[in-house]
């Protein structure tokens, strides 16, 4: 069974940083392209940034590049996402998500973990 | 405002059958593969329709997708109090080098 299991998330002040951690399992997660995707309260779905399986193809939304950095470790079977200069605008339920296609270019995001919440307020 | 438009609410009664648009341009729909997903209060997005038409398994087939030019569409038939959901179509733009998703459609099912 797939399972994915966001970690990380929680209340910052803007400007300052916070590190998610997507946990997965069930799957060969060193063949998967992954991705972030988050949900601002009451709000639509907001496409993050995307992983290729081997690391080496990486996009980002125009609203986080520059500020945001994903990642991922094969051998731990873990995607991370890296938030620095975080703004309240960033305040959303964030999801990992595995994506259906060995390429980046897509939203086929096939299998979602439960989310963590980001916070960012003074 | 979303890059690809929905509309914000559609409703039908149970058992009717209903559509819901998704519209974009040529640098987005008009040349990608077009997704949909479902989400039931309070849970993550569940994905319904990929690659424009195709299900998932474990995806009834009362769920159907389907593109044309630079708009696709997400039929349900048969409709269940259990479809009551907000539904996004979402799909790759080129000029943007992003995910693009629509604002969201919220059913009812009367």
């Known amino acids: 069974e797939v399972q994915l299991v966001e970690s990380g998330g929680g209340l910052v002040k803007p400007g300052g940083s916070l590190r998610l951690s997507c946990a997965a399992s069930?799957?060969?997660?060193?063949?998967?392209?992954m991705g972030w995707v988050r949900q601002a309260p009451d709000k639509g779905l907001e496409w993050v940034s995307s992983i290729s399986n081997s690391g080496s193809y990486i996009y980002y939304g125009d609203s986080v590049k520059g500020r945001f950095t994903i990642s991922r470790d094969n051998a731990k079977n873990s995607l991370s996402l890296q938030m620095n200069s975080l703004r309240a605008e960033d305040t959303a339920v964030y999801y990992c998500?595995?994506?259906?296609?060995?390429?980046?270019?897509?939203?086929?995001?096939?299998?979602w973990g439960q989310g963590t919440l980001v916070t960012v307020s003074s | 405002q979303s890059v690809l438009t929905q509309p914000p609410s559609v409703s039908a009664a149970p058992g009717q059958e209903v559509t819901i648009s998704c519209s974009g341009s040529?640098?987005?729909?008009?040349?990608?593969?077009v997704s949909w997903f479902q989400q039931l209060p309070g849970t993550a997005p569940k994905l319904l329709i990929y690659d424009n038409n195709k299900r998932p398994s474990g995806i009834p087939d009362r769920f159907s997708g389907s593109k044309s030019g630079t708009s696709a569409t997400l039929g349900i038939t048969g409709l269940q109090t259990g479809d009551e959901a907000d539904y996004y179509c979402g799909t790759w733009d080129r000029s943007l080098s992003a995910g693009v998703f629509g604002g969201g459609t919220k059913l009812t099912v009367l």
């Open positions: 998500a595995t994506i259906r296609s060995n390429f980046v270019h897509t939203t086929n995001f096939d299998y």
């Open positions: 040529s640098s987005n729909i008009g040349n990608n593969y």
């Open positions: 069930g799957f060969t997660f060193s063949s998967s392209t």
